[in-house]
């Protein structure tokens, strides 16, 4: 789109020196759209080690290497490789049913332990329990309770058939590492992998962890600001599908430690790093970036964001940790490897709304139906603003850059553009038009 050109500037990465990676995070930072710690390395060498914004505005305690973030569902790829651990010394199968572990769970015979860590279990994810997220996550609930949580719900698909993210199946797979080796499941993560990579600042009960280094994770305004520290989710809750705690230097230990198959050896890792459906291995989003395979993953939970990305033919890792919840932080790794690799990218800058009539924003009013996930959104004018609601997510304000571009006020770079009709119908809403566009019809 030939307006979005002047909004933004070009850099070409000539240049992957810390220098650069730098400024980067520094206008990500600057602007308010980042607060956290980075850590990049390639090859062994580490270019970029460093914190933004504070940890803590109480106290303006500044974010460093050493801060201590909640990493969410980046918990997911230790639980798959204490899975793979166990499957390597002969004690489960990546066939084995759930059933042999909770005789009678419902379709537990057609459920395997592949369908566990690659989301294709069909298992009704427990954070759509909108009451339990709401009101029992800062307490302590029991493994049992939890599974009774979302145990008798019909499964989304046959197992096998087709991917959904399921928080539900991971948390089975933690329950599954106690059974079979008989040890709390954050004690066998401690064993099989933190204490063997020396990952010493890692840990799982964040509400009761005390340390200077730990950050206040912050929730953000309807404006995108940082506002209120946000509650702390007890780690019973997300237990193996996300109640991991650690810092940048540790994430880059397990990045060592699996580019070393320390943990597990190669043949079963790079299993791990082939897509089964819907580019998801076992607990790692794959992908291609300049030609290479690009394993990920990303997490989020009150008050914290994270993305930890890896090309392990290049041994390059990017880590980045949050402590607000800002969207698109994948956004930012994606521009981080692109001045790594010497690739063009994009230096974001403060875009700055325009006076739009009512009458004109009153039109764009209404529901739609984004095409590639289902996914409604109601567009309403509220107070003189114009409002998107997700159906699965926040609000957020619609700031006009002229009579049909829009931007989010939670994400700058997250454009939205109106597709009308010869007689000024609005048709769709494109959404994030300087990306992959993806349509929205008005069906409301």
Known sequence: MVWAIGLTHYACAQDSSAQKLDE???????????????????????????????????????????????IAS??????????????????????????????????????????LL????????????????????????????????????????????????SNSGYFLLGCIIEQVTGMPYEKAVRQYIFE????QHSGFDFIHFSTKDKAVGYKVDSAG???????????????????IYSTVEDLYLWHQ???????????????????????????????SLYGKRMVSHSGGIFGFRSDLARVPEDDVCVILLCNMEIPGLGNITRRMLAALYGKPYVIPVQLKPVAIREDILKRYTGTYKIEANAVLVDVALESGKLMARPHNGPPSELLPLDETHFFLSTEHEFRIYFEMDEKGQVLRMMINPNGSPRPANKIK
């Open 24 to 70: 980067l995070m520094q206008a990500y930072a600057n602007q308010g759209k980042f607060s956290g710690s980075v850590l990049v390395a390639r090859q062994g060498k580490i270019l970029l080690d460093k914190g933004y914004g504070y940890r803590n505005d109480k106290d303006s305690s500044a974010n460093d290497p050493h801060t201590v973030f909640q």
């Open 74 to 115: 980046v918990t997911k790829q230790f639980t798959s490789t204490v899975i793979l651990k166990l499957i390597e010394l002969k004690k489960l199968s990546l066939t084995d049913k759930l059933s042999q572990f909770y005789p009678g769970y419902p379709h537990g015979d057609s459920i395997t332990i592949e369908h």
């Open 118 to 165: 690659t989301h294709t279990s069909g298992l009704w994810d427990y954070t759509r329990d909108e009451e339990l997220m709401r009101t029992q996550t800062l307490r302590s609930i029991g493994r049992s309770e939890m599974i009774s949580a979302f145990r008798d719900q019909p499964l989304d698909f046959a197992p096998g058939t087709n991917w959904g993210y």
């Open 196 to 199: 063997p990579l020396k990952m």
């Open 225 to 243: 600001k940082r506002s209120v520290p946000a509650p702390v989710v007890d780690s019973t809750v997300p237990f193996a599908a996300g109640s």
């Open 257 to 287: 430690g699996l580019q070393q198959y320390r943990i597990v050896g190669k043949e079963l890792m790079q299993k791990a790093y082939k897509p089964v459906k819907n580019n998801y291995g076992y607990g790692w989003i794959i992908d």
